[in-house]
Every structure is written in C-alpha cells, then in structure tokens.
C-alpha cells in the first residue's frame, strides 16, 4: 500500500512536477535575462541612459516661454465650428494657435519643417568623397563619443550636399549639428560665415567649424564661425526666441524658404549660364507659416479666383522663351513682377496654380528652392491659394509626394495630398461658404492630379520618360463621383441669413429666377492640369443664334490631352448631377479649368460642361510672339449660382478680355 502510494507519487511527480519545474525555472530564466539582468553599466550605457533622461529635462518656464514665443499669424481653420466671438466674422480664426508639443519633436533627425524651437550646441562641417545617404552614417559624419552625444546631441546631419554644383569631382560637403534640450550647454545665437585669416570681433564666444565650407574644389576657403556662450536657462525669453533653430541650404539667388534667412557670402557665387549660387540659410526661433482662414464668400456674394497656369519656373532667374522684347533676361522675376501686377488688379479670393508650377527638364532640379519662390507675390499679398501638379513639377529632384508637403508647409496653402489609396498626389476637395453665419457650402472646388507621363514600353529601364502623358485614372473617377455624392444638397438659389437687409440683390435674383428654387448641389469647378480629349470635342451650339459656344484663341498647338483616356469626361463628369432626381439633368461641375497648353486659352461648351485652358502667364514657358502672357480670371457671384470667367493679359493697359458668363443669370441656356 505504502509502495502503491509512493509509486504513485513518484508518477504523479514525473508526469506533473517535472515537466512543471521545468517549465517555472525556464520562464525564471527568461525573466532575469530579460528583466532582472542589467550586464554591468560601461560609461557608454550610464551616459546614454543620462542622454534619454536629458531628453526630458526642461524647467517649467522654459516650456512656458517656448508655448508664449510669438507665433503671430498663426491661424488655423479649425475655426469651422467653433465658437465666434460675437461681432467676428466666422472665418476669423486668427485669435486662435496651434499647440504645439515641443518636446515630442525628434532631436536627432534634420526635418527641417518641423516647428523646432529647441537650440544647437555644436556645427561642423565635413567633405566626404562617398554620398553619405549611401555609406554607413559613420564614415561621413564628425567624429563623437557616447558620452559628447548625451552632452551636446547628436550629429544631425543637414541632408544639402553644398558641393552640389561645384563640379562632379568635389564630394559631398555637409554640415551637421547637434541639437539639444539639456539647460546647461550653450545654445547657438549667432552665424557668420568668415574668409580664412579673419576672425568675428570680438572673437570670445565663437568657435570655428574646421572644414572649409569650399573643400574639395579650387576656391578660397570660406568658414563657418558660431556663437554660443549662453545656456537657455541663462537667456531671456527674447533671446531664446532668437535661437538659431534650424539650417538648410538654398541654391539659386532667389527667396530661401519661408522662416529662413540667407547668409552671406554664398559658398559658391552664381555664373550665369553656368552654375547658380549655393547659400547657407539659417532660421531663428519657430516661423509657422501663416494659415488661410477657411474658403468664404463676401457677404454680397462675390468669390473670385484667379487661374495661374504653367510658371515653369527654375532654380536659376529663369530662361526668356518666346518673348516679344528684348534683351529679356530673369524670366521668372519678371513673371513674377507680371503675377503681382495683375494679383493687385484683380485682388482674388483664392489663387489657384494648375501645374507646371516648376519647369522640369533639368533646370528645377532642387524642388525645395524653387518652392520657396514660386507663390511669393501670392503669399506676400496673404492670399490663400491651392494647386495641382503637371507633367513637368516632379521631373526631377523631388517626386510628388515629397513636393506636396513642401507646399503644404508654405503660408496660406490650401493644397492637399488627398488619399494614398488612388492615382495622384494632390486630388481633393475645398468647400468655399457664405460669409453669413450658417457658413452655407456653396461652392465646390475640385482638384485632381492628372499625372506626368505614362508608363512605355521602355519606362521600366528607368531611362526613359514616359513618352506619353498621364490621364485621370478609373480610380480618380471613382473618387470624385464619390465625394460629389457626399456633397449635400442645398436650397437654392441660396439665400444669405438675414438677405431681407440686402434687398436689392435679392429681389432681383428671385425675378429673374422666380420659380427656380430648388434642393440642388452648389456649383462646382474643377481643376487640374492635363486637358481631356473633350476639351477637343465639337463645342454645343448657341441655341439662340446657332454659333459654336468657342470663346477665346486656340493656339496653333498641338492637341494636349493624353492618347490614353480612362473615360473621365462620360464616367465621371457627365455622371455627377445637381441632384440624385432622375428628373435633374443638371451638370453639378459646371467648368474645368486646365493648363498645359501655354497659348491655348480658349473656353469651349461640350455637352454643357466649359472646358476652359488657362493660358500661358510665364515668360519662361514656351510661348508664341504676338501672344500676350495672361491669367484666366473665375468671377462667382450671387452666392455661387452664377459664374464668369475672362482673361487678364500682360499688355499695360490692363486688359480684359472675352467676359463670358459660364453658368447662372445672363448664361446661354442648356
Ligand atoms: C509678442 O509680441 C508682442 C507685440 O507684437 C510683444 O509686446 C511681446 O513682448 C512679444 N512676446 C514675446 C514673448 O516675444
Ligand atoms: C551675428 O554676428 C554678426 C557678425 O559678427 C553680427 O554682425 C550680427 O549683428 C550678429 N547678429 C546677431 C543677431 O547677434
Ligand atoms: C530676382 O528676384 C529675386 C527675389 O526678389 C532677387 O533676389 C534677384 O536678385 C532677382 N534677380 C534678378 C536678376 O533680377
């Protein structure tokens, strides 16, 4: 019995126990390896323990002053359903700011459009024959330690290669920095670029970065010299605000990027023809770029766009084509100079760029600097503005998605990415509302990216181009008749809250129009570069008088859409109505505004939708003599319901031509 017992036990042991045992000393195993066991701290370890708890670190002021720093300007739409003030405008958000969460920046990555506020301790610069995005960090980089990586940051590299256009044999020049939050490191308030034998004066405080910032090519040696003799904690708030934040390079003579500022001289000077200028740009303290407030009609009704086609503009001043006087030279200044002219003149609401906004073709090839430039007459005068891509913008240096978010970070951008799910970069939605307060949509913007090239037989070698244009794809038309189905359907014509006040305006539209009203989708436009076939298509015919509804020149040019075609024009266009009755006929998107064609600029009816070219504005696009540079012009007015379009040429007496009403009162019927 006592045996049977005993052997039983012994059985039990084995069977349970001993697999049990087993199995609790393995997992004690697994959790003094991986929990309990620290190996014996090195003083790499200890430092970068430190290095992370540094992170941390900020007095309780210094978050204080970085949040209360002066973001002027700063504005953001999240103003649609707030509460107003009594006697602000809806659409007056700019009381509100961001928050921005300083601390969760990333210290050791150059993202130089982050809203950094948090200062350098440390640059240098160095020359590297190897491209460092391709070799291990390490070769390129400045020599460091742990324990200097904790105190000062780590080497953040700037990822501009200054060397970029002093010749194929001259390696890549970099500049790093380090970046750190710890209160007890001076932070860097000053930059000056300095010849050899010279010195800043006085010379206390400032060190110099010992790599030429012209290594590696015949030139004399320029070096970068930086300030730092104070800790954030030992700075005012003014002077914390002054910090040098951020660096970035710029190539070309004109504008650096929102925020920045040049430094002179630049590391290489400009020969025309030849080479442009490489410049060192720094910025001080966080610039967030100003935001549009959201898309609004006046209160009498009035919303005005104004169309910028084909700027093509390039890193260098730009190269005259096809210009009637001469000497010409600076094209994309003088482009420039034109689009202020006439945004002054005609003082749009919204400015929209419909692609080809860079030239492409070898002569853009930093996208960041031409960015930079290209909306500055229309950001200067504060004016919100969207756009598109065309064929040209991502050619080179940068492709649509990293240009996307360059000009999303530009002031008063409207621009979106849209969904990553359907061909494009850029094709998405803005709702322009009444100015009254039931900030009523009652108008549609749509955009999409009708692409660069399409893929041909030899495009996958990666030498070639594609030798055809792009198109809007199946899933773009699936998109927009789903967005246009989403858009809610609005009493019109539309009627202002308290529109007795107004009157006149009123009683007028409802004689003209007295038993129209009606449950419909607001107007819609829409916008994009590459025309379609049917912008080539027999135009409608004026019923009244029979004459074809062509209005405006059509440039002895070629014809622009693209050979392949998803349908866009029947499957979407044609499919999208003012209303789900199958009693409406009604087209919602009325006009389709494109560029492409630089001396194209016609307006022609095909099957009730206007297919409208913009025209060339750019003196550096191609062009013809006789043909003046001009910018198409979308007048809406009585609360969307009707809408106009013309032409602003370059011709000093400001002209304006072929008035045309497209949609609305005055209109030429279905
Ligand atoms: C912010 O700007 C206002 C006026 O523009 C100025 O009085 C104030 O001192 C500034 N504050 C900081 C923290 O710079
Ligand atoms: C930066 O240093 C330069 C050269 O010493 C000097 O001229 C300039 O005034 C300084 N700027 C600031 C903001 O301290
Ligand atoms: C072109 O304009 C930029 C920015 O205004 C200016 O810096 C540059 O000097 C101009 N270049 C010429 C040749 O006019």
Same mark, same amino acid.
């Given at each position: 019995?006592?045996? #049977? ?162 010749? #194929? ?72 605000? %002054? ?11 004109? *504008? ?51 169309? *910028? ?19 010409? &030279? ?18 749009? %609401? ?95 913007? #749509? ?6 090239? &399409? ?81 080539? &298509? ?40 003012? &209303? ?38 750019? #003196? ?7 043909? %003046? ?26 002209? *304006? ?14």
């Amino acid at each position: 019995m006592v045996n #049977y017992t005993c052997n039983r036990l012994l059985r039990t042991f084995r069977s349970t126990c001993a697999p049990l045992t087993v199995i609790i000393c393995f997992s004690c195993l697994l959790t003094f390896i991986f929990i309990l066991s620290q190996p014996s701290p090195g003083p790499g370890l200890i430092q970068r323990l430190g290095w992370q708890s540094w992170e941390l670190v900020s007095t309780p002021d210094d978050s204080k002053a970085s949040s209360t720093a002066n973001h002027t300007d700063t504005t953001t739409d999240k103003g649609h359903g707030s509460n107003v003030p009594e006697g602000v405008d809806w659409w007056d958000t700019s009381t509100e700011s961001e928050t921005i969460d300083y601390t969760s920046l990333p210290l050791d990555k150059w993202a130089p459009l982050l809203p950094h506020d948090t200062g350098l301790s440390e640059i240098a610069v160095t020359h590297c024959v190897f491209d460092p995005d391709r070799v291990p960090e390490e070769l390129c980089s400045p020599p460091t330690t742990k324990e200097l990586d904790g105190i000062h940051g780590k080497w953040v590299r700037v990822d501009r290669n200054v060397n970029l256009e002093t010749g #194929y044999f001259s390696g890549y020049l970099n500049i790093y920095y380090r970046r750190t939050r710890r209160q007890d490191i001076n932070l860097i308030a000053n930059i000056t670029l300095l010849p050899e034998n010279t010195e800043p004066w006085p010379v206390e405080g400032w060190k110099r970065a010992s790599t030429s910032l012209r290594t590696g090519w015949r030139a004399p040696p320029l070096y970068l010299w930086y300030y730092a003799v104070k800790t954030a904690s030992q700075m005012t708030a003014e002077e914390r605000a %002054d910090l040098i934040t951020e660096m970035d390079v710029l190539y070309g003579d004109d *504008v650096p990027w929102y925020g920045f500022e040049k430094l002179d001289p630049p590391t290489l000077a400009a020969e025309p023809g030849k080479v442009e200028s490489t410049r060192i740009i720094i910025r001080r303290g966080v610039k967030i770029p100003p935001r549009a407030p959201p898309l609004h009609f006046s209160r009498d009704g009035k919303f005005k766009i104004l169309q *910028v086609a084909d700027l093509h503009y390039s890193v260098s001043v730009g190269k005259c084509q096809n210009v009637r006087f001469s000497p010409c &030279s600076a094209s994309d200044n003088l482009t420039s100079t034109l689009l202020s002219r006439i945004l002054d003149a005609e003082k749009p %609401d919204l400015v929209v760029f419909t692609g080809d906004q860079l030239n492409g073709q070898d002569t853009s090839w930093d996208p960041k600097s031409v960015l930079a430039k290209f909306a500055r007459s229309v950001t200067d005068r504060k004016i919100p503005w969207a756009a598109v891509f065309g064929n040209h913008d991502s050619e080179i240096g940068a492709n649509r998605e990293e240009q996307m978010k360059l000009m999303q970070a530009l002031p008063y951008s409207l621009a979106e990415r849209g969904p990553k799910d359907i061909s494009g970069v850029g094709n998405y939605v803005l709702k322009v509302k009444s100015a009254d307060p039931s900030k009523t949509h009652i108008l549609t913007l #749509y955009f999409l990216d009708s692409g660069s090239y &399409s893929k041909g037989v030899f495009d996958w070698l990666g030498f070639f181009r594609g030798t055809e244009y792009d198109w809007i794809h199946q899933d773009q038309i699936d998109w927009f008749l789903q967005e246009s189905s989403r858009i809610d359907p609005i009493e019109r014509p539309f009627h202002p809250d308290g529109a007795k006040d107004l009157g006149n305006v009123w009683k007028r539209q409802d004689q003209i129009t007295p038993d129209t009203r009606r449950l419909a989708k607001p107007n819609a436009l829409m916008f994009f570069h590459i025309p379609l076939p049917e912008a080539y &298509s027999r135009a409608d015919r004026d019923p009244r008088t029979n004459s074809p509804l062509d209005i405006g020149i059509h440039g002895n040019e070629q014809q622009g859409s693209a050979k392949g075609n998803d349908g866009f024009f029947e499957k979407g266009l044609l499919k999208a109505m003012e &209303s789900d009755h199958v009693t409406s006929s009604t087209l919602e998107v009325k006009a389709v505004a494109n560029g492409h064609c630089h001396i194209t600029e016609n307006c022609r009816r095909v099957k009730g939708i206007w297919m409208c070219f913009g025209g060339g504005g750019s #003196y550096s696009g191609y062009g013809k003599i006789g043909f %003046d540079r001009r910018f198409r012009v979308y007048d809406i007015s009585n609360y969307g319901e009707t809408i106009t379009t013309y032409k602003r040429t370059e011709s000093e007496s400001d002209e *304006v031509i072929n008035k045309q009403i497209l949609t609305g009162l005055g209109a030429v019927p279905l």
